[in-house]
């Protein structure tokens, strides 16, 4: 999925947000960009139009620490998750609602729900195919 955030202020701008659960956006208190990106660059300070503040990537890890973040919704690509999740760890996050293509394992103290979507999906095909064949 690919959200478009509108840039209050600034009509037809948008900050463009790959995530695997669109859902999780109306929970969102910033989008993190890449401040070498040419793309979004001069939006680090601004806010879309739903008031979520456009940051750099490299604020997040401060902002969580300083905010007392205490669950992160995790839906980034399985290469960065888990390097970044346990930065999020060591910052005070206590748990992870993991939507990353790859399970999360922390201590004890850290509560990790990993999400995957592709076998909800399975068995939600599965389910309707058996009540199909019982229908027969």
Same mark, same amino acid.
């Given at each position: 999925?690919?959200? *478009?955030?509108?840039?209050?202020? @600034?009509?037809?701008?948008?900050?463009? !947000?790959?995530?695997? #659960?669109? @859902?999780?956006?109306?929970? +969102?208190?910033? !989008?993190?960009?890449?401040? &070498?990106?040419?793309?979004? *660059? +001069?939006? %680090?300070?601004? *806010?879309?139009?739903?008031?979520?503040? %456009? #940051?750099? /990537?490299?604020?997040?890890? +401060?902002?969580?620490?300083?905010?007392?973040? &205490? %669950? !992160?919704?995790?839906?980034?690509?399985?290469?960065?998750?888990?390097? %970044?999740? =346990?930065?999020?760890? @060591?910052? =005070? !996050?206590?748990?992870?609602?993991?939507?990353?293509?790859? +399970?999360?394992?922390?201590?004890?103290?850290? /509560?990790?729900?990993?999400?995957?979507?592709?076998?909800?999906?399975? *068995?939600?095909?599965?389910?309707?195919?058996?009540?199909?064949?019982?229908?027969?």
């Amino acid at each position: 999925w690919h959200i *478009k955030y509108p840039v209050k202020g @600034e009509e037809g701008r948008f900050v463009i !947000v790959a995530t695997t #659960r669109p @859902e999780t956006m109306f929970g +969102d208190v910033a !989008v993190a960009v890449n401040p &070498e990106d040419d793309r979004y *660059k +001069d939006l %680090i300070g601004k *806010k879309t139009v739903n008031g979520t503040e %456009i #940051r750099d /990537i490299s604020t997040i890890i +401060d902002y969580v620490k300083n905010e007392n973040i &205490e %669950i !992160v919704a995790l839906a980034l690509p399985k290469g960065p998750a888990t390097d %970044i999740a =346990g930065k999020l760890v @060591e910052c =005070g !996050v206590k748990a992870f609602w993991n939507f990353a293509h790859t +399970d999360l394992g922390f201590s004890d103290d850290i /509560i990790v729900e990993n999400v995957h979507l592709s076998e909800s999906l399975m *068995k939600l095909t599965y389910r309707i195919s058996e009540k199909a064949n019982k229908n027969k």
